[in-house]
C-alpha cells in the first residue's frame, strides 16, 4: 500500500498567498508546424487511413532527438472544451511541462469521432474507436521515433484525467500499454457525468485492470474525494496525492517553475528510468 499526499509544496505557496498568475511562466508551448517531423517540431501526424480528416495526433520530438534512440514518452488527452481549455490537442500543456521539451516524445491524442471524421472538443467521440487509434499511434510512435515500450506514460487534464482509466484503461489491449499515468484535475468514477459508464460500478471495472502500476493524482485545492474513492476501491494501489494551492482549473501551471512541478518531474523519471 502506497498513499502518499504531498502537502510541503501546498503548504509553502500558501503562506505567501500566492495566485496562478502571479507566478510567470518559464515555458511556452510550441506551435503545431506542418512540417515532417524532427527535434524540437511541434508537428501533426496522420494515422493510415485518416490523411486529411481532422483525425490526427501530434508530436513532438524534443530538442535531443537522434534517429536509432529510444526515449519514454508521454501520450496526453485534452480537457472538454470550456473556459479554461479549447477541448483541443493543440491546447494540451502537461506533457511539455514534464519534459520541458528535453528527453521525452510527447504525443497528443484524440478524441475520435468517426461519423464526422473528426477529433470530439466535447467528451468522447466514440470511446472504442478513441482507444483503438490509442494502440495504433502507439505502435506507430514506437517504432518510427523511438519510443520505449516500457516508459509509456498516459496523461491528460480535466476531462483527459478521466480519460486515463475511462479511455486507457477500456479493455486489455490498450491497458497493458502505460507504465504509469497522470491524472490532473478529475477522476474517472469520483462523480457521474452525461456519459454512458461514468458510474462507480463501470469505473471499478476497468480500474482492476491498473494492477499495481503508478497513478499521479493532482487536482486545485483537493484531492480529497478521489482519495475517499480509491481508498474504497482499491486499498493497495500505488497512488500519489498532489493538492494545488491554486483554484483555477486549468493544466498551466505545468508551464512554471514551482514545486509541484518539480514533484511531478520527479515522479515521472521513477516511472520512466531503467533500473
Not at 475520435?112 to 472504442?128: F, Q
Request: proline content about 6%; some cysteine.
Amino acid at each position: 500500500m502506497r498513499w502518499i499526499s504531498v502537502f510541503c509544496a501546498l503548504a509553502v505557496n500558501l503562506a505567501f498567498g500566492l495566485e496562478l498568475d502571479e507566478v510567470p511562466p518559464d515555458l511556452e508551448v510550441p506551435e503545431v508546424e506542418e512540417v515532417a517531423p524532427s527535434a524540437e517540431k511541434r508537428v501533426k501526424e496522420f494515422l493510415p487511413g485518416n490523411s486529411g480528416t481532422g483525425v490526427y495526433h501530434l508530436l513532438y520530438l524534443p530538442t535531443d532527438w537522434e534517429v536509432g534512440k529510444e526515449y519514454p514518452v508521454i501520450f496526453e488527452y485534452p480537457g472538454n472544451q470550456y473556459r479554461t481549455s479549447p477541448g483541443t490537442m493543440e491546447g494540451c500543456e502537461l506533457g511539455y511541462g514534464v519534459s520541458g521539451g528535453k528527453g521525452v516524445i510527447w504525443v497528443c491524442l484524440p478524441f475520435v469521432n468517426p461519423e464526422a471524421k473528426a477529433h470530439s472538443r466535447k467528451w468522447w467521440g466514440d470511446a472504442d474507436a478513441t482507444a483503438d487509434y490509442a494502440v495504433q499511434a502507439v505502435e506507430h510512435v514506437c517504432a518510427e521515433y523511438g519510443g520505449r515500450r516500457d516508459a509509456l506514460v498516459l496523461a491528460g487534464f480535466s476531462r483527459g484525467a478521466i480519460a486515463c482509466n475511462y479511455i486507457g484503461l477500456r479493455n486489455d489491449d490498450i491497458a497493458g500499454l502505460w507504465a504509469g499515468f497522470f491524472c490532473h484535475s478529475h477522476y474517472d468514477g469520483v462523480k457521474k457525468w452525461q456519459h454512458s459508464d461514468s458510474d462507480r460500478d463501470s469505473a471499478r471495472a476497468r480500474l482492476a485492470r491498473l494492477g499495481d502500476r503508478p497513478q499521479l493524482i493532482s487536482h486545485e485545492g483537493s484531492v480529497d474525494a478521489t482519495r475517499e474513492f480509491l481508498e474504497s476501491t482499491k486499498p493497495n494501489g500505488n497512488f500519489t496525492f498532489l493538492p494545488l494551492p491554486f483554484p483555477e482549473h486549468t493544466a498551466r501551471w505545468m508551464l512554471r517553475d514551482i514545486p509541484e512541478r518539480e514533484i511531478v518531474r520527479d515522479w515521472f523519471r521513477d516511472v520512466t528510468e531503467r533500473e
